[in-house]
Nanobody, 121 residues
């Protein structure tokens, strides 16, 4: 029904930058919150940044001032600009979107398949 496809991960040196993108497609009437989560080995998945359709943003303390989330609502796409990357940012990054389908009344959460970000020291 709804598919989220992430792109933009990779290997970067500490201090470098990467930009992640996540495009939602399928049977979508409306999208509320879109966000990014990450999961490092042997650690629980954690929120990195989120942004509702209204435009306010929410960031984990560990990324404030370094990461910026943005959305293109016309393209159903959310971005994560990551600057001043640190080795501790190494993780699989997942996109999440809260979507309502065409003809439906319920909001559901959808997740992407994840993209690996590796920051070398």
């Amino acid at each position: 029904q709804v598919r989220l496809v992430e792109s933009g991960g990779g290997l970067v040196q500490a201090g470098g930058s990467l930009r992640l993108a996540c495009a939602a497609s399928g049977n979508i009437f409306s999208i509320n919150v879109m966000g990014w989560y990450r999961q490092a080995p042997r650690k629980p998945r954690e929120l990195v940044a989120s942004m509702p359709s209204g435009g306010s943003t929410n960031y984990a303390d560990s990324v404030k001032g370094r990461f910026t989330i943005s959305r293109d609502n016309a393209k159903n796409t959310v971005y994560l600009q990551m600057n001043s990357l640190k080795p501790e940012d190494t993780a699989v990054y997942y996109c999440r979107a809260q979507c309502r389908p065409q003809g439906g009344a319920m909001w559901n959460d959808y997740w992407g398949q994840g993209t690996q970000v590796t920051v070398s020291s």
